[in-house]
């Protein structure tokens, strides 16, 4: 009988190790160095791989043709906007996110709007809560098969009985396939499994989408040769205590990494959300103080959002600065830039500022409407209605000149906004708006607009 091999495993990276170290010397990381039984490798020279009877020959590129590429239409807009217009048949798409976000809804939702034959595989619920769950999503169709299986010599054994359209595993980290022996979740595990549906899915050209979980610093737990296996990786994000969520892509084969789908979690699954400009700006009557309204532009996505600022006096001694859905850092820079260059004495007093909707934005176009929420809320002198802003500040006070600068305009005039604060630099490529473009070139002026 053959000896089993094994061999050491960085747990954090999947560096392997002939021998246990005690630090990982690739990431540094103490302590995750764990044995693992692996694969007996066949010893074959790539001479005699080359000599195949039916190894791939190089075309020209000229040469090779290419059929009108079909894609899976998912029926969700959103999902099909972030891949890039669709499945593509034969991909491995990888679909990570922190628990309880909403991932595995997201794809049992997907699998049962569709009319195609889906296999939706599960080892970490049981079919009874899918089917509780399925019931507060509702569409009920014939063709969503639920398995749960987490060894992926049965589950291709019910792939070839059902012959599905589309393959589903949630996740990656609850298979683990025969050939190895280490436990489920471990690198080696993931990567042999992962590598049994990327052959699944090139051979049969039916899509697959993994599940992946996620690390606590935010990474896709297991390798990163997970991402490099895999041809799209997206991330589902957002705040769990508020109902909107996000999804991004990190990695597209076939598509552009920019694009960005909008849900809301509802009682019964995600709703997708066409137009979230709408619904992020709060509709109040009232003029308050303190809040204004930002164009920015989220991947290839323009969204006006809105942002809330409070200044009050310090009660301690020091005051207190904080943040949520924007850098804390960014915003103790915009604080001294506002007391530095217009003379605003807001060291002895606490700034609490506040994205609505729980979403969290690094667009540097946000800026000036970060600054005029601030000096709103310390005069408590509310921003006219209608007017939004998008430039970026610089440490001199100068408003600086934003990408994609149309976009944002045209979907604030789109919202019925009647002026826009842009930088003087900005170059603007619209002929004709509806909507006043308001030019400035220093935070003085926008004071002077504003408040003067
Ligand atoms: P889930 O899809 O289980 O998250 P993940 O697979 O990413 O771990 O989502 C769980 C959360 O979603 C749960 O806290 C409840 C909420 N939820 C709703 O609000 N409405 C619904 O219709 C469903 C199915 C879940
Ligand atoms: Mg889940």
Redesign the pocket.
């Given at each position: 009988m053959a000896k089993t091999k094994t061999a050491f495993f960085c747990q954090n990276c999947g560096t392997q190790y002939a021998k246990w170290v005690g630090q990982c010397s690739s990431c540094k990381e103490w302590n995750t160095i764990v044995e693992e039984v692996v694969q007996k490798e066949d010893k074959k020279s790539w001479k005699t791989d080359t000599v195949a009877k039916q190894a791939n020959k190089p075309l020209r590129v000229s040469e090779i043709t290419q059929e009108k590429e079909l894609r899976l239409d998912t029926l969700d807009q959103e999902f099909n906007r972030v891949l890039g217009g669709g499945l593509v048949p034969g991909s491995l798409t990888l679909l990570g996110?922190?628990?309880?976000?909403?991932?595995?809804?997201?794809l049992?939702q997907i699998a049962l709007k569709l009319p195609y034959k889906i296999l939706y595989v599960s080892g970490?619920?049981s079919q009874r809560q899918i089917k509780m769950?399925a019931d507060?999503?509702q569409p009920n169709s014939e063709n969503c098969y639920i398995l749960t299986e987490t060894k992926t010599q049965n589950i291709f054994q019910q792939i070839s009985t059902i012959e599905p359209d589309l393959v589903i595993i949630?996740s990656i980290q609850t298979l683990h396939t025969d050939y190895i022996e280490s436990a489920a979740g471990s690198i080696s595990q993931i990567r042999e499994c992962t590598a049994e549906l990327i052959k699944f899915a090139k051979e049969s050209h039916t899509p697959v989408i993994l599940?992946g979980h996620i690390t606590k610093d935010g990474t896709i737990a297991g390798p990163k040769i997970l991402e490099h296996m895999v041809d799209t990786v997206l991330q589902?994000e957002g705040d769990?205590n508020y109902v909107y969520r996000i999804l991004r892509s990190l990695k597209n084969r076939f598509g552009s990494t920019a694009e960005l789908g909008i849900y809301e979690?509802?009682?019964?699954?995600?709703r997708e959300v066409n137009n979230p400009s709408e619904v992020l700006i709060s509709k109040n009557e009232e003029d308050l103080s303190g809040t204004a309204i930002a164009a920015t532009v989220e991947g290839m996505r323009p969204l006006l959002i809105e942002i809330q600022a409070l200044v009050s006096t310090a009660v301690y001694g020091t005051p207190q600065r904080s943040a949520t859905g924007f850098n804390a850092k960014r915003l103790n820079m915009l604080l001294a830039v506002l007391e530095k260059r217009a003379g605003f004495k807001l060291g002895a007093k606490d700034v609490f500022l506040n994205i609505t909707g729980g979403i969290s934005v690094d667009d540097p176009a946000i800026d000036l409407a970060v600054m005029a929420a601030i000096l709103s809320s310390n005069s408590d002198i509310a921003i006219e209605k209608g007017v939004c802003f998008a430039a970026e500040v610089g440490l001199a006070g100068e408003i600086r000149p934003v990408q994609r600068v149309d976009q944002r305009i045209i979907e604030a005039e789109k919202l019925g906004f009647s002026k826009i604060f842009v930088s003087k630099n900005n170059k603007i490529g619209l002929k004709k708006t509806g909507i006043q473009i308001q030019k400035v070139s220093k935070i003085e002026d926008v004071v002077a607009h504003l408040f003067g």
């Amino acid at each position: 009988m053959a000896k089993t091999k094994t061999a050491f495993f960085c747990q954090n990276c999947g560096t392997q190790y002939a021998k246990w170290v005690g630090q990982c010397s690739s990431c540094k990381e103490w302590n995750t160095i764990v044995e693992e039984v692996v694969q007996k490798e066949d010893k074959k020279s790539w001479k005699t791989d080359t000599v195949a009877k039916q190894a791939n020959k190089p075309l020209r590129v000229s040469e090779i043709t290419q059929e009108k590429e079909l894609r899976l239409d998912t029926l969700d807009q959103e999902f099909n906007r972030v891949l890039g217009g669709g499945l593509v048949p034969g991909s491995l798409t990888l679909l990570g996110g922190e628990p309880g976000i909403g991932k595995s809804t997201l794809l049992l939702q997907i699998a049962l709007k569709l009319p195609y034959k889906i296999l939706y595989v599960s080892g970490e619920e049981s079919q009874r809560q899918i089917k509780m769950r399925a019931d507060r999503i509702q569409p009920n169709s014939e063709n969503c098969y639920i398995l749960t299986e987490t060894k992926t010599q049965n589950i291709f054994q019910q792939i070839s009985t059902i012959e599905p359209d589309l393959v589903i595993i949630d996740s990656i980290q609850t298979l683990h396939t025969d050939y190895i022996e280490s436990a489920a979740g471990s690198i080696s595990q993931i990567r042999e499994c992962t590598a049994e549906l990327i052959k699944f899915a090139k051979e049969s050209h039916t899509p697959v989408i993994l599940v992946g979980h996620i690390t606590k610093d935010g990474t896709i737990a297991g390798p990163k040769i997970l991402e490099h296996m895999v041809d799209t990786v997206l991330q589902f994000e957002g705040d769990r205590n508020y109902v909107y969520r996000i999804l991004r892509s990190l990695k597209n084969r076939f598509g552009s990494t920019a694009e960005l789908g909008i849900y809301e979690m509802q009682g019964s699954g995600l709703r997708e959300v066409n137009n979230p400009s709408e619904v992020l700006i709060s509709k109040n009557e009232e003029d308050l103080s303190g809040t204004a309204i930002a164009a920015t532009v989220e991947g290839m996505r323009p969204l006006l959002i809105e942002i809330q600022a409070l200044v009050s006096t310090a009660v301690y001694g020091t005051p207190q600065r904080s943040a949520t859905g924007f850098n804390a850092k960014r915003l103790n820079m915009l604080l001294a830039v506002l007391e530095k260059r217009a003379g605003f004495k807001l060291g002895a007093k606490d700034v609490f500022l506040n994205i609505t909707g729980g979403i969290s934005v690094d667009d540097p176009a946000i800026d000036l409407a970060v600054m005029a929420a601030i000096l709103s809320s310390n005069s408590d002198i509310a921003i006219e209605k209608g007017v939004c802003f998008a430039a970026e500040v610089g440490l001199a006070g100068e408003i600086r000149p934003v990408q994609r600068v149309d976009q944002r305009i045209i979907e604030a005039e789109k919202l019925g906004f009647s002026k826009i604060f842009v930088s003087k630099n900005n170059k603007i490529g619209l002929k004709k708006t509806g909507i006043q473009i308001q030019k400035v070139s220093k935070i003085e002026d926008v004071v002077a607009h504003l408040f003067g």
